[in-house]
């Protein structure tokens, strides 16, 4: 059974920082793009950043580029979100998952970031 647990999640002051993790377990981590994507409330998914399996290449979305970053640990199976300079429009539901191919298969539960002002 492949499950994708987010943590890390909370509420913080604009400028902040908070640091989410996913942990994975259930399929072959080390050879799965993984990624990030936030959801507002009323607003579509939208991506955050992706690493792929060897951490050599990511991605970033432009509203977040310079304040967030992504990484992976394989030994722990775990992705990370590092996120700096937090604004309230960062305010969202956050969600990790997992890809091989061209469509994101695993999803996680999500857990809530809020930025007050």
């Known amino acids: 059974q492949v499950q994708l647990v987010e943590s890390g999640g909370g509420l913080v002051q604009a400028g902040g920082s908070l640091r989410l993790s996913c942990a994975v377990s259930g399929l072959t981590f080390s050879t799965y793009t993984m990624a990030w994507f936030r959801q507002a409330p009323g607003k579509e998914r939208d991506f955050v950043a992706s690493?792929?399996?060897?951490?050599?290449?990511?991605s970033v979305a432009d509203s977040v580029k310079g304040r967030f970053a992504i990484s992976r640990d394989n030994t722990k199976n775990t992705v990370y979100l590092q996120m700096n300079k937090l604004k309230p429009e960062d305010t969202a539901v956050y969600y990790c998952?997992?890809?091989?191919?061209?469509?994101?298969?695993?999803w996680g539960q999500g857990t809530q970031v809020t930025v007050s002002s």
């Open positions: 998952a997992a890809r091989r191919e061209l469509d994101y298969s695993y």
């Open positions: 690493i792929i399996w060897n951490a050599a290449s990511t």
